[in-house]
């Protein structure tokens, strides 16, 4: 990891345990190519599942968006928050719908329409997310360190503690 910041090293952790949850459901639509029966143990990790897609996008990002990048604008770096942003915007919508599709099959499985929906958003969550953090932790977490000092950075630790977890 090229970071040295508190905030780099919160934000990397996140990544990691959302690349693992991304891998977990991609082996699941490996597994299943076609409609499964879910059992307790796809119940118990759909439902998993949907709350860290949940958090994720709500608490992850809403922290980058409204903490850390106006830290970035600040000091003039629009373009990397712009970037940024509008992959939030692309990913945002995709995670939801897969959360809502998981939570309601954890409780009365999948029907062949919400199976597809599933797998189809499912599949381009896995690509968009994955390729978004592998953007961020090659260039956001070397430009917190290259461009936040450090008053900031415990400042924004802190409120990533507070507000993320
Ligand atoms: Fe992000
Ligand atoms: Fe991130």
Request: negative net charge.
């Amino acid at each position: 990891m090229l970071s040295q910041s508190q905030t780099g090293a919160l934000l990397h952790e996140d990544h990691m345990a959302t690349i693992e949850t991304l891998q977990a459901l991609e082996e699941f639509l490996g597994r299943h190519r076609s409609l499964p029966a879910v059992n307790e143990e796809a119940a118990a990790f759909l439902m998993r599942l949907s709350k860290t897609l949940r958090e994720e996008v709500e608490s992850h990002f809403g922290f980058e968006e409204n903490h850390l990048f106006p830290v970035f604008t600040e000091r003039g770096e629009t373009g990397i928050v712009m970037m940024l942003t509008y992959e939030h915007r692309a990913i945002l919508p995709l995670a939801v719908q897969v959360a809502e599709l998981a939570a309601a099959a954890a409780k009365d499985g999948f029907d062949e329409q919400g199976w597809r929906d599933f797998r189809d958003a499912g599949a381009e969550l896995v690509e968009r997310e994955i390729f978004h953090i592998q953007k961020e932790e090659m260039g956001l977490l070397a430009a917190i360190s290259a461009l936040v000092d450090r008053e900031t950075d415990a400042r924004l630790a802190e409120t990533y503690r507070q507000t993320v977890g």
